[in-house]
């Protein structure tokens, strides 16, 4: 089975490094770096980076296969289901950003205009910075249960100014468009699973129970005590969840 992975902000293809190499060669992967964070692309909504997606698979020549997608990118995996669902056989949804309930009063500063902007720049910048240090990776990796490898590559990103673009332009995008997301959500007929941290503090659980309730015979995973970055603090138990999913 194929199975399309879709980052989530900031992100890059390189987040699922840990999930590809769990999956080992029971599964052909795909993985793209979505516009807007590769670099040359500029960032887009849920039909441009659904373009995007469809592209790859295409260039893969891989008619039909599970989606899996992680915050923002669990938004475009459901959208791809509605809106493409001969091309998907299934979601995986981790951590997602797929409704309002998703949403918390930080996403909407981080949106607004000026401060928005000035508010996105200095937290990335300054998180990027403070993951130059070693001491920082490692209390960070032993609080998150992430690699401290992990966070060395990413820190490097947030200082760069298009990522801040990037960033808030996301943002603003997943507050225009949500609410014609969910008026989808009751469209999708493909089997998902709904992967959800209990500590999570971006994207808070409730989003996730309501999100079983919109999408039609949707299922919850509740980890226990995993936070928002599950592809990163637990990839081994992620790719068993993918490769479950990929035999229903």
Do not use: C
């Amino acid at each position: 089975m194929a199975v399309l992975l879709l980052h989530g902000q900031p992100g890059s293809a390189r987040d699922w490094d840990a999930v590809v190499a769990a999956l080992g060669d029971r599964a052909r992967p795909v993985v793209i770096t979505r516009p807007g964070w590769d670099g040359i692309t500029p960032p887009t909504d849920l039909e441009g980076n659904a373009q995007a997606a469809i592209r790859a698979l295409d260039l893969a020549r891989v008619q039909r296969a599970l989606v899996v997608g992680h915050s923002l990118g669990g938004a475009l995996a459901a959208w791809l289901a509605a809106t493409r669902p001969e091309r998907v056989a299934g979601l995986v949804l981790v951590s997602p950003s797929a409704n309002r309930d998703a949403l918390v009063p930080v996403d909407h500063l981080l949106a607004g205009p000026v401060i928005g902007e000035a508010l996105s720049a200095a937290s990335l910048a300054l998180a990027g910075s403070a993951l130059a240090l070693s001491g920082v990776r490692r209390l960070l990796g032993h609080e998150l249960g992430v690699k401290p490898s992990y966070l060395r590559s990413s820190g490097p990103m947030l200082t760069r100014p298009r990522t801040w673009r990037s960033f808030v332009s996301e943002q603003r995008m997943l507050i225009r468009e949500l609410p014609a997301l969910e008026a989808r959500l009751g469209d999708i007929r493909v089997p998902t699973t709904v992967v959800a941290g209990t500590a999570d503090r971006i994207v808070p659980i409730r989003s996730a129970r309501r999100l079983i309730e919109q999408i039609p015979g949707a299922r919850l995973l509740a980890l226990p005590g995993a936070h928002h970055l599950v592809h990163q603090q637990r990839p081994d138990e992620l790719a068993r969840i993918i490769l479950t999913a990929a035999e229903d």
